[in-house]
């Protein structure tokens, strides 16, 4: 199975600021119609969890401009421009390109 | 407004069975793959099972192989998975998701425990 590793597991903001999480897969994420699988997910607490950016780097429909998602291959970011109080929660990233669809640790998001 | 409403959790003793349904609403069901994905408590989520637009492809993950079936019935715009030889390691609310994830319901809890 493709292992996503994330990194920090916890990363502690001011609001304002800006934040950015990492993502790491075991194996390139690209599938073979040339697209990366590679999906970010929010889950803010006592919520079911809700997907913010699709194929790396594409925001879902209501997504604030503040998030962004970059990268390749096998290494990947999710940016948080400016902190707001609404965007503590765990964030995860998880791949679709390979079969069982994997996720990473997830990264908990708090405010200073 | 897409919907995606799960039912049919609760509390079962290991070796125990259930059925789990979710009702899709806000979209073309028969056009749309689905999945369901759980998270045990305090865990992060994990796939479970995935079933494209006519039921004719399944597949999922290797710890629920020949225990669990996911099916659905376009007619009723319906996903459901059905789970036997549940053991204690299969507590998790469960989600029903549709396409790549792109929505998710607001799940529900099965809890396996003597």
């Known amino acids: 199975d493709v292992v996503m590793t994330q990194s920090p597991l916890s990363l502690p903001v001011t609001l304002g600021q800006p934040a950015s999480i990492s993502c790491r897969s075991s194996q390139s994420l690209v599938y073979s119609d040339g697209n990366t699988y590679l999906h970010w997910f929010q889950q803010r607490p006592g919520q079911a969890p809700r997907r913010l950016i699709y194929k790396v780097s594409d925001r879902d429909s209501g997504v604030p401009d503040r998030f962004s998602g970059s990268g390749s291959g096998t290494d990947f970011t999710l940016k948080i421009s400016r902190v707001e109080a609404e965007d503590v929660g765990v964030y995860y990233c998880m791949q679709a390109t390979h079969w069982p669809k994997t996720f990473g640790q997830g990264t908990k998001v708090e405010i200073k | 407004e897409v919907q995606l409403v799960e039912s049919g959790g609760g509390l079962v003793q290991p070796g125990g069975s259930l059925r789990l349904s979710c009702a899709a609403s806000?979209?073309?069901?028969?056009?749309?793959?689905m999945s369901w994905v759980r998270q045990a408590p305090g865990k992060g989520p994990e796939w479970v099972a995935h079933i494209n637009e006519d039921g004719s492809a399944k597949y999922y993950v290797d710890s629920v192989k020949g225990r669990f079936t996911i099916s659905r019935d376009n007619a009723k715009n319906s996903l459901y998975l059905q789970m036997n030889s549940l053991r204690a390691d299969d507590t998790a609310v469960y989600y029903c998701?549709?396409?790549?994830?792109?929505?998710w319901g607001q799940g529900t809890l099965v809890t396996v425990s003597s």
């Open positions: 998701a549709r396409g790549h994830l792109s929505y």
């Open positions: 806000g979209f073309t069901f028969s056009s749309n793959w």
